[in-house]
DNA sequence: CGATTACATTCCACTATATGGAAACTTACC
DNA sequence: GGTAAGTTTCCATATAGTGGAATGTAATCG
C-alpha cells in the first residue's frame, strides 16, 4: 500500500542515510529486526509481511535467503521465524565492545531487589527502543512485558517514551512521524495520542504508562544521558497496577533517578579515561 | 536432494540450498560471517575483498549499507569494520535458544583450573569452526590462539580438527574441497597437509596441533558427539610447546575426553526430556 | 466431511536494481 | 613530494530481484 520512501541516497530526517545499490540488504535488515524484536515468540510470513510493508514474495525469498545463511531459522512445524544460530554467535563476538548493559547490572540488580519488581534496561537504536536487560524482584506476581532482545517503536513502552520525550521538539516529531504507521499494532495508539502522552511525561518528568496488552500492569521510566546530555538510553519498572498508586511511584521514580545518575557518572568517567577507539561507546 | 541449481550461485555438496535471487543477501552474510570471525582486530577493505572474492565496489556497497543498518559499523580513524549494535542486540535475543554455551561452563571451569590452561569450545557451522567460549586456566603465560566469537575453516585449529577427523570420509573430502581457497592464510596450510592432519589425527585418536601464528603454542582437541554420534562441536586446550611433551598430552587428551563425554550425557538427557520445539536444538 | 478461509510457497515475464571496470580521491610511507 | 596502497564514487550494462498471479497446504467451520 503505502510504497516505502526511498529517495535514492537522500538523507532522512535523522542523518541516516538510505544507500543506493542496497535495496534488498536494507529489506533483509528490516526482517531481521522485526524477527530480533519478537525473537521468543517468533513471527510468521504474513506477521512479517504486515510489518515490513513488503510484497509476499519477496518477503518469503529474503527469508529463505536468510535460513539459508542461518542468520534466521524456521520452526517447521509451525512455520515460524527466529533468529538463527549466526546471529548468536555474531552477538558473542560482538559482545566485548558493547559494554552498558555490563555497567548497569549492578543499579539493575539493586533497583530489583529495593523495589521487588521487573526492571527493564533500553537503549535507543534509532526509531526504536530496544530491551537489552531484565531483572525481576522478588514479587510473586511479575510484569514481564519485556523480553530481552524485544525491539518497539521509541515512545511506546515507559522506556521508550522516556528517551523520545527528551529529546529536541524537532526530533520528538520527526521521529513520531517515522513510527506513525506502526502505532495501531501497540493498543490503540496513534501519533496524536503518542505526542500527547510525551507532552504529559514532560510536564510531569518522568513517565507513567499503562502496560499495553492484557490485564492491569503499569511502568514508570527514567531517562539515562550520555555525557553531551543526550537519552540514549532508559530505566524502567513494571508492576500490577495496585503497586503502582501516586506515592509509590514517586519512590520508585526517585530510585530510578538516583541509578540513572550513577550509571551517567560511571559512563562519564570510562568515557574520560579510555581513548575514543570507537565512533560511539555505550551503542 | 533435489538440488535445481542454475548457473548463478554454486551448487554445494552439503544440502545447503543456495536460493535464487538473494545474490546479494548471500554476499552481505559472507561478508558479515568474515568480520564476526575477526571482530577484535576488525577488517578492512581489502582484507573483505580478498576473502570474499568480491569485487572492490561491490564489497564497498554492501559493506555501506550494512553500516546504514546498523550491522556493521565502521571505525572511521581506521577505517576498520566491526560488528555493530544491533547485532549485539540480535545476540541478546537469541541468546535462550542456544544453549550448548550454558551447558558447558562447569565442565570448562574444570578443565581449566584442572590444567592451569587455556581452553576452548568451538560449535561446527557449515564449514566454519566458531569459538563460543574460552576460559583461561591460571599459569601465566596464556596461549589465546582465538576470541570467543573467531570463525576458521573446519581443520584449521585443533577444535575444528577434531571435529572434522571425526565426520564420514566423503563429507571431509567434501569440506576440505570447499575451503581449499582459504587455507594458504593460516600458515602454509593446503588442501593436501589438512587432510593428511587429518589423516594423523584419525590415527592418534585425538588432535594434536601447532598453533598457527606467532611463538611456540600447541593445542590439543577432542570432539563433542551429539545424540546421533555426529561430532558437532569440540573442547581444546591451548599451551606453550614446553608444557606439550607427550605425557602431559595424553593426561590432557584424557580429561577433554572424560568432559566431552559428560557434556554428551548432559545434552542426551536434556533431548530426551524436552520437546524438541525448534529443528536442531544445541545449534 | 466437503467447503471456505488463511497462510505459505512457487512461477515467470519484466525492469528496476545491483554489478564491476575504470577513474578519482584519500591517506600512509619513503 | 612522489609513489604506492587503500578507499570511495561514477555510470553504462545486464543480471539479479521484483511482485502479480497461480498453486499448494494447513487450519476452521457449517
Redesign the interface.
Known sequence: MTSRSRESGSPNDLG????K??Q???R??LL??AI??H??SGLRLVDLVDISGLEIPTAH??L???V????I????TNRRY?????????????????SL?DLCQESLQRIADRTGDTVFLN?R??YEA?C?ERKDGSYPIKVFSL?????RPLGVGAGGMAILSNLRESEIFSISNHIAALLPRYGKLNEKLLLSLVKRSQERGYVLHKVSGLGGGKAVGYPIRNSSGEPFAALSIAAITSRMGTARCAKLVAILRKEALNIERIITQRDVSKSP???NRY?
Chains 1, 2 share one sequence.
Not at 16 to 19: D, F, L, N, T
Not at 73 to 76: I, T, V, Y
Open positions: 541516516i542515510i538510505a544507500p545499490g542496497a534488498s540488504i536494507q533483509a535488515a531481521l529486526r530480533a524484536g525473537n521468543r525469498r529474503i529463505k535467503a536468510l539459508a545463511e542461518n542468520l531459522k524456521q520452526n517447521l527466529f533468529l538463527g544460530p549466526l546471529m548468536f554467535e555474531a552477538g558473542l563476538a560482538a559482545t566485548h565492545e558493547f548493559r537503549v537504536r534509532d530496544v537489552i523480553n530481552v532482545g524485544d525491539r577507539v570507537l565512533g551503542n
